[in-house]
Structures are given as structure tokens and as C-alpha cells.
């Protein structure tokens, strides 16, 4: 989702989404109606609360759980390579740790939305350049729940000069690029997100995302407050999954 040239942190980095239903080896391949809406209901793993946005792997290839590690990004014009955190926290505290990470990057940022609404299995950047982080805090709050629960929406935030990114993407995942990462450490172990080797995320397995009209909706709406132009998005009623 960045924009400075020679710095461009992607989804390159999280592990391709698995075809769910359409996949013979899916675990959601043989799940009536039923097994799936009661699977999408759960939300609670342990201690580690989901958002509405994304659901794991039917046989839980992967357990959610809270914690952040260390990887790298790898630029592909430069080689050059950019350290990163990837981290994952449960929903109480999820936004508010977003909104405190968001700080980190200074006074003026650049936003990036992203979005699949519009079910052609592509993602669309938008962006926005040049915006003071209070304001850009207020709208945030304003689009909280969608935000959180959306599964077609992912927001990237950063500072082409320090060349630092801070992405709460569709998976509600929180990947933060550029060095150096000891501000964005110390905001995470401040929310109890605290450092583990060993984690895996639900992006690195077999997962489902849903949405709604209603986000679709309200995502417009956030575009239009952050001052980029709209296009209509198309008119579903239903629950929508897509893996």
C-alpha cells in the first residue's frame, strides 16, 4: 500500500488466500448452510476475541490468538530489505492500539483505503495525501465499527519521509513497516500485545472474509470525508464471504 518510490510494503507479505468452497481441499468444501453460519458465529478463541471481519479455517489450521513478531519486506527494485512487525490483537483493545500506533508516524500522514467491495476478487487502493493525524483520528472514530468489521476494507497509514507504514488491513491484522520499529514495540506491549516467535497468524492458513451492503455503504461514506472521490459501489443485501 505505499506510495514513496523505492518503498512500497504490499500484501506480498501475508500468505495468499486459500479458495474456499470452490477448493476440493478445503475445509469449508463440505459445510452445509447451517455449519457455516454457526462457524461464522464463533468469535472467541481462548481469550482472543475476532472481529466481525474474518473467521480462520473451519478445522482451525490455525487457533487465533494475540501477540506480534518480527519479519522483513523485501523491495523488489532496490533488494533492499525493510523490517517489519506483524501483530494481531483481540477486538477490545484492537482499535485503540490502531489509533496509538497511528501517532507514531507524526503529525501529517498520507491514508491509503483499501477495498474489495466490489466482488471481483480485485483489491482497489485509494489514496489521500497529506492530511493532519488529529483529523484523520476523528474521522477513524467516526467509521470505528465498520473499520473493525468489515472484511472487504483495509486502511494503510504513513510518512513517506520517515518512510514508515502502519497497515490495519481486511484481516484486521496490524503490520507495521520502516525503521526504526521501537516506538511501534512499545505501543503494542503498552495494549498487553506482547512479542512471540512462534505465532502464526490467521492469514498464513485457509480463512473466510464477510461484509455487508451496509459496510459497502459506509465505506463510500469514509471516502468522502477523507476527500476521495467515490464511486458507486454495488447494491447486495446478503451477507457476503469471500476467501
Known amino acids: 500500500m505505499g506510495s514513496t518510490p523505492g518503498y512500497q510494503p504490499s500484501k506480498s507479505l501475508i500468505a495468499p488466500e486459500a479458495d474456499s468452497r470452490s477448493n476440493p481441499t478445503s475445509s469449508f468444501q463440505t459445510l452445509s448452510n447451517e455449519e457455516l453460519e454457526a462457524h461464522m458465529g464463533v468469535f472467541r478463541y481462548g481469550a482472543f476475541d475476532l472481529t466481525e471481519a474474518v473467521r480462520p479455517s473451519y478445522d482451525l489450521q490455525v487457533v487465533p490468538r494475540q501477540g506480534f513478531r518480527h519479519d522483513s519486506y523485501t523491495d523488489p527494485q532496490s533488494n533492499t530489505q525493510v523490517p517489519v512487525i506483524m501483530a494481531a490483537a483481540s477486538r477490545e483493545r ?8 497511528i501517532d507514531c508516524l507524526g503529525n501529517e500522514v498520507d491514508v491509503v483505503l483499501e477495498t474489495s467491495h466490489h466482488g471481483s476478487g480485485e483489491h482497489e ?21 465498520m473499520i473493525l468489521n468489515d472484511g472487504c476494507t483495509g486502511i494503510a497509514v504513513l510518512n513517506p519521509k520517515k518512510q514508515q507504514e502502519i ?6 491484522m496490524l503490520i507495521c513497516y520502516g525503521s526504526p520499529l521501537e516506538n511501534f514495540e512499545r505501543v503494542l506491549i503498552k495494549h498487553d500485545v506482547y512479542p512471540d516467535d512462534e505465532i502464526r497468524f490467521i492469514t498464513e492458513a485457509e480463512h473466510v472474509h464477510s461484509s455487508t451492503d451496509v459496510f459497502a455503504r459506509e465505506f463510500e461514506k469514509l471516502q468522502s470525508r477523507l476527500g476521495i472521490d467515490c464511486e458507486d459501489m454495488p447494491e447486495d443485501d446478503n451477507l457476503s464471504f469471500e476467501c
Open 125 to 145: 487502493d485509494l489514496y489521500r495525501e497529506h492530511i493532519d493525524v488529529p483529523v484523520l483520528k476523528s474521522v477513524f472514530y467516526d467509521f470505528e465499527e
Open 167 to 172: 497497515q490495519f488491513d481486511e484481516h484486521k
Open 94 to 101: 484492537l482499535f485503540d492500539l490502531f489509533m496509538d500506533l
